[in-house]
T-cell receptor, first 116, second 111 residues
């Protein structure tokens, strides 16, 4: 399967702990996005990369969140000092090189985070 | 603020036609996309409208009116497998790839 993969698929943690998620995009895609989705809502943009450069970060993202894409391939999203409000599905998506007008994004299965 | 409004739920029977509306209020507009998401699954791209008018892709069509800040997704010959949530999404600026998603419409198809 050459789609977007995310690990782990589920994470349960206690409030105050740090967690890290990994996303492996489709290999030829140079753009990578992170979104957060809560039950009954649409995905909410967090940040995105073009190759290793982080081009945009949501103003809603607190300083406890950090994302990296060190070699322009896989990406990690770290949440420090987790809070119960961080419980959500964290989705990763990628899109190919080029200024495609439709900007079709290919989503991974997500990592479901539960903060107790 | 930026918002995309959709009906929360729509129901229909197999073989029917259903329309899911989306009205948007964003700082800029560079295209309207539609995504489908089955329960527990990942969103998948369905269609895109950059200009006014109708785009057809098989049983699905999408329409855009930029002057009305409005679009819709039309699903024809409904099948049980079409039961899912449908999201409209806007690219709000030319210098960003981020998408702003709507609140989502849950479609239930009954036999």
């Amino acid at each position: 399967d050459t789609g977007v993969s995310q690990n782990p698929r589920h994470k349960i943690t206690k409030r105050g702990q740090n967690v890290t998620f990994r996303c492996d995009p489709i290999s030829e895609h140079n753009r990578l996005y992170w979104y957060r989705q809560t039950l009954g809502q649409g995905p909410e943009f967090l940040t995105y990369f073009q190759n290793e450069a982080q081009l945009e970060k949501s103003r809603l993202l607190s300083d406890r969140f950090s994302a990296e894409r060190p070699k322009g391939s896989f990406s990690t999203l770290e949440i420090q000092r987790t809070e119960q409000g961080d419980s959500a599905m964290y989705l990763c998506a990628s899109s190919p090189w080029g200024d495609r007008a439709d900007n079709e994004q290919f989503f991974g299965p997500g990592t479901r985070l539960t903060v107790l | 603020g930026q918002s995309l409004e959709q009906p929360s739920e729509v129901t229909a029977v197999e073989g029917a036609i259903v329309q899911i509306n989306c009205t948007y209020q964003t700082s800029g507009f560079y295209g309207l996309s539609w995504y489908q998401q089955h329960d527990g699954g990942a969103p998948t791209f369905l269609s895109y409208n950059g200009l006014d008018g109708l785009e057809e892709t098989g049983r699905f069509s999408s329409f855009l009116s930029r002057s009305d800040s409005y679009g819709y997704l039309l699903l024809q010959e409904l099948q049980m497998k079409d039961s899912a949530s449908y999201f409209c999404a806007v690219r709000a600026a030319h210098n960003t790839d981020k998408l702003i998603f709507g609140t989502g419409t849950r479609l239930q198809v009954f036999p």
